[in-house]
């Protein structure tokens, strides 16, 4: 989110200690947010892996999982969901701030303005592309331990034996089926709350609102940012969790495996788990959103500028 004017410039921050401040914001919005939703992430990653047998929806993979593996299944992937999404979420938010300025530079405040919808596009993407670096190893391991609860006991163990028996490569065998998923989740995601965040302070003028309505606010452009990104990101968000469930055969390139997964899926196989999708990128989009504002507000990261 952009970052609000206050009344007096000399107290803004820039440089660093700015986007340092983004950065931190971007990387606690997205951790605790991710974290707090690990159980429908894993009924919702067990339904893409396994559709003939997790039939029942969201509510009943939900009791299938505790029937069959206990209420702590449910947290599977909680180590490395966390701290993936504390390093995506700094990347993507810190980076969003600072590649938007960037353009800002590049190409003037108003023609910048004027172009508003491709320069957010633009930095939103640029700044995924760097998250996704940092997030892919551990979003890799998080998959393998939701769908082989036997393989590892959490984070630490899973990354090392992926490494050691596999090598670097396999943290980035997804790595493509990644890019197609969060780019355009980040583009969909940043272009539609910034755009539905100024048309709510259009309506209801920011200066007028208390904080706690611009917090409202912002969970509010927030839940329409994350169904329009979960819906843009489905198909690729299947392809990851498929092509991560299991090494590939030898000799089979990531390329292949894509196409071979994306044959095997058709249209309505890669939008297996929707409903749950929709409820938890809905969710964590609105309260990342809101939690971003609310602890920049209190880090006084007010040096950004609006467009």
Do not use: W
């Amino acid at each position: 989110m952009s970052a609000t004017k206050t009344a007096a410039p000399s107290e803004k921050l820039s440089g660093f200690a700015l986007y340092s401040r983004f950065a931190f914001a971007g990387a606690v919005c997205c951790s605790v947010t991710h974290g707090a939703l690990t159980p429908v992430d894993v009924v919702k990653t067990r339904i893409q892996l396994d559709p003939a047998k997790y039939n029942r929806g969201m509510i009943g993979g939900f009791k299938q999982v505790i029937q069959g593996e206990g209420a702590g299944a449910l947290l599977t992937g909680f180590g490395p969901t966390a701290a993936g999404y504390f390093l995506q979420g700094a990347f993507k938010f810190g980076g969003y701030e600072l590649f938007k300025q960037q353009s800002i530079n590049l190409l003037g405040y108003e023609k910048a303005k004027e172009n508003k919808t491709a320069v957010y596009l633009a930095s939103s993407a640029l700044a995924e592309f760097f998250a996704d670096i940092a997030l892919c190893p551990l979003e890799a391991t998080r998959i393998r331990l939701v769908s082989q609860p036997e393989f590892a006991s959490g984070l630490l163990s899973g990354f090392g034996k992926i490494l050691k028996n596999e090598g670097v490569g396999a943290f980035y065998s997804g790595f493509g089926p990644i890019l197609f998923k969060q780019v355009p989740y980040t583009m969909a995601k940043f272009v539609v709350y910034e755009r539905a965040a100024e048309a709510i302070f259009t309506v209801f003028p920011k200066e007028n609102m208390t904080s706690s309505t611009q917090t409202v606010a912002n969970l509010g452009a927030g839940l329409i940012a994350g169904f329009a990104a979960a819906i843009v990101s489905q198909p690729a968000d299947t392809m990851l969790s498929k092509i991560n469930k299991t090494p590939g055969l030898p000799g089979e390139g990531t390329t292949s495996r894509l196409i071979k997964i994306g044959k095997e899926l058709g249209l309505k196989g890669s939008y297996t788990g929707i409903g749950a999708r929709l409820f938890m990128v809905g969710t964590l989009t609105a309260f990342q959103f809101a939690i971003y504002s609310d602890i920049k507000k209190a880090l006084g990261a007010t040096g950004g500028i609006e467009l």
